[in-house]
């Protein structure tokens, strides 16, 4: 079992930065790839960004050239800097992870961090 818990979320202005961190713990395992989803009341979950255990990353468009996902492998932490932020930024974020040796499409979540953008 893996447990994941985020932090760093907040209330900001229009403009402003955020970094939210995830921590990742439990039995001994190698992570496959981290992400961060966002989901607002009445709405789907979205991706938001995504890491692989080789340093490849996606992001979504709507966050291109803002955010900024990394992963300290040795550590099993996660990250996402966030720049420029806009109202539409708001949601609540979920950290997620993916591990070797586990069932096929086996996908763990925080318990989620809530981001404010607001003047």
């Known amino acids: 079992q893996v447990q994941l818990v985020e932090s760093g979320g907040g209330l900001v202005q229009p403009g402003g930065s955020l970094r939210l961190s995830c921590a990742a713990s439990?039995?001994?395992?190698?992570?496959?790839?981290m992400g961060w989803y966002r989901q607002a009341p009445g709405k789907e979950r979205e991706l938001v960004a995504t890491?692989?255990?080789?340093?490849?990353?996606h992001y979504a468009d709507s966050v291109m050239g803002r955010f900024t996902i990394s992963m300290d492998s040795a550590k099993n932490t996660l990250s996402l800097q966030m720049d420029n932020l806009k109202p539409e930024d708001t949601p609540v974020y979920y950290c997620?992870?993916?591990?070797?040796?586990?069932?096929?499409?086996?996908?763990?979540w925080g318990q989620g961090t809530q981001v404010s953008v607001s003047s």
């Open positions: 997620s992870a993916k591990i070797w040796n586990d069932a096929p499409n086996r996908e763990y």
């Open positions: 439990g039995r001994l395992f190698r992570i496959y790839s």
């Open positions: 890491i692989y255990e080789n340093g490849v990353t």
